[in-house]
Nanobody, 126 residues
Framework: QVQLVESGGGSVQTGGSLRLSCLAS????????MGWFRQAPGKEREGVAT???????SYADSVKGRFTISKDNGKRTLYLQMDSLHPEDTALYYC????????????????????WGQGTQVTVSS
């Protein structure tokens, strides 16, 4: 059972930056594809970015050019660098992991990810 723990959320003003981290209890075939999702109050959960074990990343159109997903395999940690934040980025951000091999296809599709963290809150004020 893979356990994921997010950290790094907080409150910033428009245009600010935050870096989220997600520590995994282990890296196995079940964590081949890892990603970030977010859910704002009253809205559905949406995919933000994914990255596979080979480092191939995919992004939602809403965050392209502003967010960067990366991972440090030695530290078993997934990151999401968020720059030029907008109030619309305010949400609870979740780290997720799964073994699906076509990670780009998994972007935004929560059913490909059996393992989830508890979420970390990001609030962007105008």
């Amino acid at each position: 059972q893979v356990q994921l723990v997010e950290s790094g959320g907080g409150s910033v003003q428009t245009g600010g930056s935050l870096r989220l981290s997600c520590l995994a209890s282990e890296y196995t075939a079940s964590t081949y594809c890892m990603g970030w999702f977010r859910q704002a109050p009253g809205k559905e959960r949406e995919g933000v970015a994914t990255i596979d074990s080979d480092g191939r990343a995919s992004y939602a159109d809403s965050v392209k050019g502003r967010f960067t997903i990366s991972k440090d395999n030695g530290k078993r940690t997934l990151y999401l660098q968020m720059d030029s934040l907008h109030p619309e980025d305010t949400a609870l951000y979740y780290c997720a992991a799964g073994g699906y091999r076509f990670c780009a296809v998994a972007l935004g599709r929560a059913y490909f990810f059996p393992y989830w963290g508890q979420g970390t809150q990001v609030t962007v004020s105008s």
